[in-house]
């Protein structure tokens, strides 16, 4: 079953602007993952926050944990066209050498030039 | 550098074919490899994963197998291809020191 929920499922913004994506997960975790993914293209890794982290940031990307809530938020702050893709959490659980990331259903982000 | 390939990029398929999608990883050794498969407009659902050589772990019941038999190579098959095989596949690897994966470019399966 899947771990991480994304909201909203889609999002359409204007270029400049900023975007927040969200994700709610049920279990305990050792970190939380955001991924993106062109349309038909595999996925990248965007940035990683531990469970004992509460806020990171990767150039134009800032991302915050919230483990009493269970939840993450992605935000690029101004956006480009480039950045249109689907964006997904992915959590890794705790203990264990293999990681067995669960993703969730991603956001599917729109940015209109 | 590390690389990873996949092929092929799009695959058409019959019903009842069989079915070999190869991935193979360079510039590194004893990853951990993954397989894939993503419905469309969905997440990612863990199909494999390996360790090592001729170590498969399957993650949920299914048509398909999986076979590790060189070090940077895995392999995702199937005998039969049933309709409900159809979607996008990928295959991933990283170190056991590393969380994070590195995704290969995905093969398009549609069964007909």
């Known amino acids: 079953s899947q771990q991480g929920e994304e909201d909203p499922q889609a999002l359409s913004i204007q270029e400049g602007e900023n975007a927040t994506m969200n994700c709610s997960y049920k279990?305990?975790?050792?970190?939380l993952q955001w991924y993106r993914q062109n349309s038909g293209r595999g996925l990248v890794h965007l940035i990683l926050?531990?469970?004992?982290?509460r806020e990171k940031h990767s150039g134009r990307l800032r991302v915050t944990l919230d483990t009493s809530k269970k939840s993450s938020s992605l935000l690029i702050t101004a956006s480009r066209a480039a950045d249109t893709a689907s964006y997904f959490c992915?959590?890794?659980?705790?203990?264990?050498?293999?990681?067995?990331?669960?993703f969730g259903t991603g956001t599917l982000l729109a940015v209109q030039p | 550098s590390q690389t990873i390939h996949q092929w092929p990029a799009t695959l058409v398929q019959p019903v009842g074919s069989p079915l070999s999608l190869e991935c193979t990883v360079e510039?590194?050794?004893?990853?951990?490899l993954y397989w894939y498969r993503q419905a469309a407009g969905r997440g990612l659902q863990l199909l494999f994963y390996?360790?090592?050589?001729?170590?498969i772990s399957s993650e949920v019941p299914q048509n398909l197998s999986a076979s590790r038999p060189q070090d940077r190579q895995f392999i995702l098959s199937s005998k039969k291809l049933l309709l409900s095989d159809s979607g996008f596949y990928l295959c991933?690897?990283?170190?056991?020191?590393?969380?994070?994966?590195?995704f290969g470019s995905g093969t398009q399966l549609s069964v007909l």
């Open positions: 510039g590194t050794s004893n990853p951990n």
């Open positions: 926050i531990r469970s004992n982290e």
């Open positions: 992915a959590t890794g659980g705790p203990g264990g050498a293999t990681n067995k990331l669960i």
């Open positions: 991933a690897w990283n170190e056991d020191r590393d969380e994070k994966l590195f």
């Open positions: 390996s360790v090592g050589i001729g170590q």
């Open positions: 279990t305990s975790i050792n970190n």
